[in-house]
């Protein structure tokens, strides 16, 4: 099977149980806090044998395939994944405020002072769509409100909330959040303050 084919085995595979940061496998080693993720990401393409069944590697549907970084076996269920900052290595916390607008499986923050969203701006070309998608992914910002109980807070679909907190950034970009689609992921470990924009 092909490096990509593989990965999107996985990622289909995984869906049910796997957090969204979990779905895409970034190819950074660096990026991963743990020296086992880091070795994960680097023999990803390397077959696995027999001998690394339950180690490295997991069986499904009769193939043998590379466990994901921060992934492990959870026994009966199958497999689960470690929380995002014992997963990747994070920025020490600091105080964010911006814009977190909040959609069905999407959201983005954009802090305040930020630069218009640069996909936005007008250009003197036409960018093809694949270069719009990378430079969404490039701009976007993921923020993981579970740790404050926000996610209740702000339902409507769109909703621009002016949030100010204490969080940790991923050092690296990657591909966080609802199906990996924003490249860092800020965690609130401490909300100052969120009120609705009119």
Not at 53 to 69: A, H
Not at 96 to 118: D, H, L, R, Y
Not at 159 to 167: A, D, L, S, Y
Request: charged share 25%; with cysteine.
């Amino acid at each position: 099977m092909r490096s990509l084919e593989k990965r999107l085995a996985i990622a289909a595979a995984l869906l049910p149980s796997c957090p969204a940061a979990a779905l895409q496998v970034d190819v950074n080693p660096a990026m991963y806090a743990r020296a086992e993720d880091q070795e994960r990401v680097r023999l990803m393409e390397t077959p696995c044998t027999e001998a690394d069944l339950n180690r490295r590697c997991y069986r499904l549907n009769g193939d043998l395939i590379p466990y994901p970084p921060c992934a492990y076996s959870d026994g009966e269920n199958g497999m689960g994944f470690l929380q995002v900052d014992i997963c990747y290595k994070m920025e020490p916390p600091r105080r964010f405020k911006g814009v977190w607008t909040n959609a069905f499986e999407g959201q983005t923050f954009m802090p305040e002072a930020s630069e218009e969203i640069p996909w936005l701006q007008a250009t003197a070309h036409k960018p093809s769509v694949q270069e719009h998608l990378e430079r969404a992914l490039a701009f976007n910002i993921w923020i993981d409100v579970s740790r404050v109980g926000l996610e209740d807070r702000f339902k409507l679909e769109g909703q621009k909330v002016m949030i100010e907190f204490i969080g940790r950034k991923t050092q690296y970009p990657g591909n966080y959040g609802h199906m990996g689609v924003s490249a860092n992921l800020i965690i609130v470990d401490k909300l100052i303050s969120a009120k609705v924009q009119p």
